[in-house]
């Protein structure tokens, strides 16, 4: 049996590699924004993985899709919060465009997660 089967996704290793280059992107903020908008990005970054793991952590497979969901769910606050970071000047486009990137393919990766976990049901392989 593994216990963190998580650790091998794909996903879960993306999104990772995400809340790296979000907190190296951050310390380029101006201070001001360290309680606003950093503090919300970094929640919202850090989130990704770790409703991954959580959603792992669950016998179920609804159980599962819902952690999942709340994945989807802030990383699609990364792509707002991102954007407005370089609306703000506080990122280039280009480090935007970058993040997009991870985003879209971190969001195609949940989708086909949680397809294969309706799919598989509770004889998937990932019940601990």
Known sequence: MNYF???KLDVYNYS???VKYIYFLLKKF???EEYALCNQLRRAVIS???NIA???GR???KEKIHFIDIAYGSLMEVECQIEISAELGY???EEQHAVSKQVEVIARLLYSLRFSIIKNG???QWKP
Do not use: Q, R, T
Request: avoid cysteine; glycine fraction near 4%; hydrophobic fraction near 25%.
């Open 122 to 124: 509770d004889n998937s």
């Open 5 to 7: 089967y998580f650790k």
């Open 54 to 56: 959580e959603g792992f």
């Open 91 to 93: 990122v280039s486009y």
């Open 59 to 61: 016998a179920s497979s």
């Open 30 to 32: 101006p201070k001001e």
């Open 48 to 50: 990704v993985p770790s």
């Open 16 to 18: 990772k590699e995400l």
